[in-house]
């Protein structure tokens, strides 16, 4: 991680002013009449009321917020991030270990009003960054309330925190708006995400994403004299039982088309739930050999930079 030369470097949106940040909000709640935020494109009218796959309407529905300690430790750092959980998702996994937020809707809708309120609090209580969890289907309502928030004093980080399945006019959006970027590379084959995510034409368009990524906010994740993130990207990526998230080929896109400098989140965390407890390879952890392979083949593309979570039973 590289050190930021000063510690009062401000987040991006706040260089972009009032009436940049007015444009957007009006070019992205175009994009909901006939809606592609997400590659999808269901083209439904979001604003009037019609519902596309993820099932999310015109306003966002928020299932929680609040300080969070558990991300990466550049994220989470001494105070916490700053997380506001979206409902719905673009996709729809089968092993989902939060399916009643993402898949029935939990939660309650709010006005872009409280979304702005909502991250001011979380600024106040200390929090490092706003932490948009599962953002991609609203991503109108969080430019709107970022513009609202702005001039009532919203200094700090906002992060992104995506399956990596977004469309580029979504990013486009989000250019100069979004300091952190914490995106997913679940698959490398466009049918097991198919079949196991709902994801239509998933590895191209999260490739698409991450390179529009890299472009955003380059390659190296940036820090303060803390080491807390200020702007940059973390690639995460779950590893699936029996080699289902073809993680090393993932391993292998991520080192050659971005860098293998880019920290990558290797997580292990999988445990059957939602509709895969009687699945025949995905009803049961991860083995230690799994996810050995997948450790040495990062060793082997020299993808050093980033954190590897440990199984924390024998398998």
């Excluded at 960054?129 to 289907?137: A, E, G, Q």
């Excluded at 702005?150 to 979004?178: K, M």
């Excluded at 995510?197 to 991450?210: H, I, T």
Aim: aromatic residues 8%; negative net charge.
């Amino acid at each position: 991680m590289d050190p930021l030369s000063s510690l009062d470097a401000p987040p991006a949106y706040v260089s972009l002013g009032a009436d940049e940040l007015g444009r957007r909000v009006e070019r992205a709640r175009a994009l909901l009449e006939a809606c592609v935020l997400c590659p999808r494109r269901c083209g439904v009218n979001r604003l009037a009321g019609e519902l596309g796959f993820c099932g999310a309407g015109a306003t966002p529905r928020v299932a929680s917020h609040g300080p969070h300690h558990w991300e990466e430790p550049p994220i989470s750092g001494t105070r916490g991030s700053g997380t506001v959980f979206f409902s719905f998702c673009t996709g729809a996994c089968l092993f989902c270990q939060n399916y009643p937020i993402s898949q029935l809707g939990t939660g309650n809708e709010w006005s872009t009003g409280r979304l702005a309120e909502a991250m001011l609090a979380l600024q106040r209580k200390g929090c490092h960054n706003i932490n948009l969890v599962t953002p991609t289907h609203y991503v109108p309502s969080i430019i709107e309330a970022v513009s609202l928030a702005l001039p009532q004093g919203l200094h700090i980080p906002i992060l992104y925190n995506t399956s990596g399945y977004d469309s580029l006019e979504a990013l486009s959006l989000l250019d100069g708006i979004v300091d952190i970027y914490l995106p997913d590379a679940k698959y490398a084959d466009d049918s097991v995400a198919l079949e196991l995510s709902g994801f239509v034409g998933y590895v191209e368009a999260n490739r698409a994403a991450l390179l529009e990524i890299r472009r955003q906010v380059g390659t190296e994740l940036l820090v303060d004299e803390a080491g807390i993130a200020r702007r940059g990207m973390i690639v995460r990526h779950l590893v699936l039982p029996g080699e289902l998230s073809q993680s090393i080929e993932v391993l292998k896109w991520i080192a050659q088309a971005l860098t293998p400098r880019i920290h990558v989140s290797l997580m292990s965390q999988y445990f059957p739930a939602h509709q895969v407890v009687d699945h025949p390879v995905l009803g049961r952890r991860l083995y230690h050999r799994e996810y050995a392979r997948v450790l040495d083949a990062a060793d082997a593309l020299g993808l050093e930079h980033g954190w590897r979570q440990e199984l924390d039973r024998v398998y």
